[in-house]
């Protein structure tokens, strides 16, 4: 992100400033939600059973088109800021547009890799199966069982806002 802010702070002549500063942080947050759902697929692969280099390969097949197409419209969105020329707007759509277009090109591959990394998978001898994501089944976990049962217990049963409390006794 940050070869692109600097790449279009530079093409554009705009200072770093503020507002650019404010675009940055935006932007990351942007990055951030592309990064947990490419990490989302991949655990939700998992856990239908597919092993790990197949979800990752799978998952990075079936993201790589939302992460892009958003990247894009959003990219589109900050086009008319920038050409308006508005000196506080502008340097701040330069700094999300170059940072986002950057960004984009380099997470659908860095994410997946340093996943890989992280869990120490090996793609020796492992073949690309067009149908494993289509054929896993949801296996349900533990993990699962326990968020399903917390949530059921939180809203199934009301409680009123005093429960817990001592009762109040009359004062004379």
């Given at each position: 992100?940050?070869?692109?802010?600097?790449?279009?702070?530079?093409?554009?002549?705009?200072?770093?400033?503020?507002?650019?500063?404010?675009?940055?942080?935006?932007?990351?947050?942007?990055?951030?939600?592309?990064?947990?759902?490419?990490?989302d697929r991949i655990g939700s692969l998992r856990r239908r059973g597919?092993?790990?280099?197949?979800?990752?390969?799978?998952?990075?097949?079936?993201?790589?088109?939302?992460?892009?197409?958003?990247?894009?419209?959003?990219?589109?969105?900050?086009?008319?800021?920038?050409?308006?020329?508005?000196?506080?707007?502008?340097?701040?759509?330069?700094?999300?547009?170059?940072?986002?277009?950057?960004?984009?090109?380099?997470?659908?591959?860095?994410?997946?890799?340093?996943?890989?990394?992280?869990?120490?998978?090996?793609?020796?001898?492992?073949?690309?199966?067009?149908?494993?994501?289509?054929?896993?089944?949801?296996?349900?976990?533990?993990?699962?069982?326990?968020?399903?049962?917390?949530?059921?217990?939180a809203f199934s049963e009301a409680q009123p806002a005093t429960a817990?409390?001592?009762?109040?006794?009359?004062?004379?």
């Amino acid at each position: 992100a940050f070869i692109g802010v600097t790449l279009g702070m530079l093409v554009s002549g705009y200072a770093f400033g503020f507002m650019p500063l404010l675009g940055t942080i935006a932007l990351f947050g942007i990055l951030i939600n592309n990064a947990v759902v490419l990490l989302d697929r991949i655990g939700s692969l998992r856990r239908r059973g597919l092993g790990g280099e197949q979800a990752v390969i799978h998952a990075a097949e079936q993201r790589l088109r939302p992460i892009l197409l958003t990247a894009a419209t959003t990219a589109g969105g900050l086009v008319p800021l920038w050409i308006s020329g508005n000196p506080l707007f502008a340097p701040m759509a330069v700094a999300m547009l170059f940072g986002l277009v950057a960004s984009s090109a380099l997470t659908p591959g860095l994410v997946p890799v340093l996943y890989t990394l992280l869990y120490r998978l090996r793609f020796e001898g492992v073949a690309y199966d067009p149908d494993a994501s289509d054929r896993a089944q949801e296996v349900p976990t533990q993990e699962a069982d326990f968020f399903a049962g917390d949530r059921v217990s939180a809203f199934s049963e009301a409680q009123p806002a005093t429960a817990g409390l001592p009762a109040a006794t009359p004062s004379t």
